[in-house]
Each structure stands twice: as C-alpha cells, then as structure tokens.
C-alpha cells in the first residue's frame, strides 16, 4: 500500500512539474524588444506569437499591484480600446493632471471592448469620481478579444499562464535593462509595446514596425445607420447600469480613428445625460489605419482636457465635499 502511495505522489509531482515546464516553454518571452523599460514600465504587449499579451492580465487578473493599487485610487479613469491608449499616452495628458495634482489612470486596453471591463470592474474597488470612455468601440455586446475571452472563461489557467509570463517579464527585464550576454538570445526586435504601471500610459515606438519616418494617413469622418446607434445606446444604459456611472460626471468621446464613431459617442451621451467632448481638430493623422500619430494625439488630447476641465472640477469639488 505504501509502495502505490509513494508511486501515486511520485508520478503526481513529475507530472505538474513536467506541465510547468512546458507551459513555461510555451510562454517564452524570446525575442521581445525591451527599449520601453522603466522601474514603473512593464510590456504589455509582444508581437511574438510565444509571449503576445501581458495587460489584459494586469487589468484582468490583477497581476501587477503597482498598476491595480494606482487604478483603484485614481480620480479619473480612462476606458477604451488601444485606440485611446495612444490618444490620451501624451504629455499634455501628463501635464494637465500633473499640474492639477489629480490623479488619472489611462485603463483602456488593446483590443477590448465593454464586455472585458464588465470583467475588471467587478473585481477592482474604484475611487474614481469621473469616468472618460471612448466609443470606438467600446458598447459592443458580447464581443471580446480573444486573451480577454481566455481571462474570463478560464480564469484558473489563465492565473498561471499570466504568472509565468510575469516571471519571464522579470528576466528579461533585467537581460534588456542590463545587457548581460544573454541580451541577444532573451531581448530581441520582436515589437513590444509598454506600459506605466503609474498612470496606465503607452510607450511605443511605432517605427520598429513602419519604418521612419511614419507614414501619414487622414482620420476619416463616417456615420453609422440609426438602428446600430440605437443598439449602442441600449448596451451603454445597461453598462452605466451594472457600474452605477454618474451620467453628469462621465465623459463620452470617440478619439479619432479610421472608423468614426462620433455619431454613436454624441447619440449615447444625449440618451443618457452624460457628457459629450470631442474636439474637432483640422488636419489630425493616422501612423496607421487606426491610431492617431504622436503630433495628432497631442493637438487632440490638449483641447480634449481643456474642454473636459469645467465637468472635472465640478465632479471632483463636489466628491471632496
């Protein structure tokens, strides 16, 4: 009897660790670029099919207690998709919370939708006091990126792979930060993009993947049929629903991108009182089909806020009190 049990646990153990092995094979990090690197900068993202996504699990899974303690305690927080990741990643951003002592959290996620916040904020205890969402897209119904998907139907495995990936973010932090010799095995050219784990900004240089200089692209200006803005509406009342958002204290938006979705931003503010800001900006450029190019975001982003400082203050004033 004694002999099986020393078996049982014996073939137990190898086969864990033997799992553990591989699937740590399995999320390698090799060949990850590391220039965006900080003592609050972790990738959340590679273009490497091995490693790929790390943020969804920071926001997801809570991974990261520097970037989740941060969002919970921000005053203002940013959701959206990668689309507003890059409009609000900029120093006028910085400057104006900065300047103000207000303290913000860019949240939105790469390829995400409403569905995958319903997830986060669930589980995360936000002090924000105003909330900016950007519309492109964002009340989307049941969509959800294929790591958000994973997060949520699986979040037992999903723990582990995350964990793992943390654990070869950490070496391969120190490889790409101190240059041992390992540095062109472990940190290589494969696109990564960054993030703050302070304020949720993006770090990216987007020429490792379009060359220098960018190419230009105009943002386009489209609208959407009635009947899929109604559709919008309706999902949005239930997510203000689920999360009791202030309608008087929430900003819609839809950053400018190859697909516009102002119409659907103003339809949705209108139906449910909240607050509408979308500067409109001549001459505003893509580095791609979707994601406003540094100079863009910057002319957008600062008239954004000075537009948005009037609901902020008023929100924050009457919080403090």
């Known amino acids: 009897m004694r002999a099986w049990i020393k078996y049982l646990v014996t073939f137990a153990v190898v086969t864990i660790v033997g799992s553990m092995a591989i699937l740590l094979f399995e999320v390698r990090i090799t060949g990850c670029s ?43 927080v940013i959701l959206g998709h990668s689309h507003a990741m890059v409009g609000f990643s900029t120093l006028p951003t910085r400057q104006f919370f900065d300047g103000r002592r207000i303290r913000f959290y860019n949240a939105s996620v790469s390829g995400e939708y409403g569905r995958f916040f319903d997830f986060v904020l669930s589980r995360l205890h936000l002090n924000a006091k105003v ?124 950053v400018p991108t190859g697909d516009d979705f102002s119409d659907s931003a103003k339809a949705i503010a209108d139906a449910l009182h909240a607050n509408y800001i979308n500067p409109s900006i001549d001459g505003l450029t893509l580095i791609d089909a979707a994601h406003l190019d540094v100079r863009s975001a910057t002319a957008w982003s600062r008239q954004f806020w000075i537009e948005s400082e009037p609901i902020i203050e008023r929100c924050l004033e009457r919080a403090r009190h």
């Open 34 to 76: 590391g220039y965006g690197y900080g003592s609050d900068v972790y990738l959340g993202q590679c273009a490497s099919k091995a490693y790929g996504d790390y943020e969804h699990g920071v926001f997801g899974l809570q991974i990261d207690k520097r970037a989740i303690d941060s969002l919970e305690r921000a005053e203002l």
């Open 131 to 254: 909330m900016v969402i950007d519309v492109a897209p964002f009340f989307a119904g049941d969509l959800m990126s294929a790591a958000g998907k994973f997060i949520v139907e699986n979040p037992n495995r999903a723990m582990i792979e995350y964990r793992l990936k943390q654990l070869w973010q950490t070496i391969h932090k120190y490889s790409c930060l101190a240059r041992r010799p390992i540095e062109g095995w472990l940190c290589g050219t494969v696109f990564s993009t960054f993030r703050s784990a302070i304020d949720g900004g993006l770090i990216a240089d987007y020429t490792l993947v379009y060359g220098s200089p960018l190419s230009s692209r105009p943002v386009t200006r489209t609208a959407h049929p009635p009947a899929e803005n109604e559709l919008r509406i309706k999902l949005a009342e239930q997510f203000f629903a689920r999360h009791r958002l202030n309608p008087g204290c929430t900003i819609l938006t839809a």
